[in-house]
């Protein structure tokens, strides 16, 4: 996997305010990467280095093979951006904003004014933007950020305001770009949305970077228990099934149903004691630790080192 941009011991400073601090990490060809983190985290300011609007402070970074600040940086149009606040010439039709946009890439027009029909804005492009929703203006942005099928994709937060279809359909259009070998790094609080989709996870936590790695790797780090849901057959109002070992900790969510924290190393046990025969167990749910779990970890374990 080519690496297409690197980030090493960077640290941006404003005054007093250290928005990033000493952050490295790199990002592949082809990656999916979610960079997720409170706000003033230091993300967007991340991002604004990548593409070379702002300078560190300290560091180094580059993207393409070169650094994104330097004047000849050629790499500028392959980069596509989409901030977490879009704004637009309020006169301007969505097919002006695009075909001005392209221009800009040196894209061709026609070209660009088709992904108006792949975000569902085909039959809005005539309309002038001062009429479009937030959700309309939030699909031009990420247009715009697609014109010239860039290979660095940086998306701040790009579902706010889209409605449940409309972002399965973002997220379908961005793993398509990935496979295709763009890099993707997706800034969101919508972490339920985050933890099917990205390949890795980038925690960053008061400016500096407190977890990296994919989904399970967090998870095989983090060690925190996987809940298993039984439904069992009635059981008396305290009662609990006979063949829960001793310390087990679990509760009662009703009459039918059983929650156990397991541990990772004894979730097979508890699989296989719950699956005997004779036992009363029904069916069985098995829910792993949850981006929101990992993300609330990471950050105790930073807040407690600090």
């Given at each position: 996997?080519?690496?297409?941009?690197?980030?090493?011991?960077?640290?941006?400073?404003?005054?007093?305010?250290?928005?990033?601090?000493?952050a490295?990490?790199?990002?592949?060809?082809?990656?999916?990467v979610?960079?997720i983190?409170?706000?003033?985290?230091?993300?967007?300011?991340l991002?604004?280095?990548?593409l070379?609007?702002?300078?560190?402070t300290?560091?180094?970074?580059?993207?393409?093979?070169?650094?994104?600040?330097?004047?000849?940086f050629?790499?500028r149009r392959?980069l596509g951006?989409?901030?977490?606040?879009?704004?637009?010439?309020?006169a301007?039709?969505?097919?002006?904003?695009?075909?001005?946009?392209a221009?800009?890439?040196?894209?061709?027009v026609?070209k660009?004014?088709?992904?108006?029909?792949?975000?569902?804005?085909?039959a809005?492009?005539?309309?002038?933007?001062?009429?479009?929703?937030k959700g309309m203006?939030?699909r031009?942005?990420?247009?715009?950020?697609l014109?010239?099928?860039?290979?660095?994709?940086?998306?701040?937060e790009?579902t706010?305001g889209l409605d449940?279809?409309?972002r399965?359909?973002?997220?379908?259009?961005i793993?398509?770009?990935a496979?295709?070998?763009?890099?993707?790094?997706?800034?969101?609080?919508?972490?339920?949305e985050?933890?099917?989709r990205?390949g890795?996870v980038i925690?960053?936590?008061?400016?500096v970077k407190?977890?990296?790695g994919?989904?399970?790797?967090l998870?095989?780090i983090?060690?925190?228990?996987?809940?298993?849901?039984?439904?069992v057959?009635?059981?008396?109002?305290?009662?609990?099934?006979s063949?829960?070992?001793?310390?087990?900790?679990c509760?009662?969510?009703?009459?039918?149903?059983?929650e156990?924290?397991a541990?990772?190393?004894?979730?097979l046990?508890?699989l296989?004691r719950?699956?005997a025969?004779?036992?009363?167990?029904?069916?069985?749910d098995?829910?792993?630790?949850?981006?929101?779990?990992?993300y609330?970890?990471?950050?105790?374990?930073?807040?407690?080192?600090?």
């Amino acid at each position: 996997m080519t690496g297409t941009v690197r980030i090493t011991d960077v640290t941006k400073e404003y005054g007093r305010i250290k928005a990033v601090r000493g952050a490295s990490f790199e990002l592949g060809q082809g990656e999916l990467v979610a960079l997720i983190g409170h706000n003033g985290a230091g993300k967007t300011t991340l991002m604004k280095l990548m593409l070379g609007l702002i300078r560190p402070t300290g560091g180094s970074i580059e993207v393409l093979g070169d650094n994104p600040a330097a004047g000849e940086f050629t790499g500028r149009r392959q980069l596509g951006y989409l901030p977490e606040n879009v704004s637009f010439d309020a006169a301007l039709t969505g097919g002006e904003t695009l075909a001005f946009y392209a221009r800009l890439k040196r894209e061709p027009v026609t070209k660009a004014l088709e992904l108006l029909d792949m975000v569902g804005l085909g039959a809005a492009s005539r309309r002038r933007i001062g009429t479009y929703s937030k959700g309309m203006r939030q699909r031009l942005g990420l247009a715009q950020a697609l014109i010239g099928h860039p290979k660095v994709l940086l998306l701040d937060e790009p579902t706010t305001g889209l409605d449940p279809e409309l972002r399965q359909t973002f997220y379908d259009l961005i793993e398509r770009l990935a496979a295709q070998g763009a890099t993707v790094l997706l800034s969101s609080h919508a972490l339920t949305e985050l933890e099917e989709r990205a390949g890795r996870v980038i925690i960053m936590n008061r400016g500096v970077k407190v977890a990296d790695g994919s989904i399970d790797r967090l998870r095989n780090i983090a060690r925190l228990p996987t809940k298993l849901r039984l439904k069992v057959a009635p059981l008396a109002p305290d009662e609990m099934p006979s063949w829960l070992p001793a310390g087990a900790l679990c509760r009662r969510v009703n009459g039918h149903v059983i929650e156990i924290d397991a541990a990772p190393e004894r979730k097979l046990e508890l699989l296989h004691r719950a699956t005997a025969s004779g036992t009363s167990v029904e069916d069985i749910d098995m829910l792993p630790p949850t981006l929101d779990e990992l993300y609330a970890h990471f950050l105790r374990q930073a807040e407690q080192a600090s």
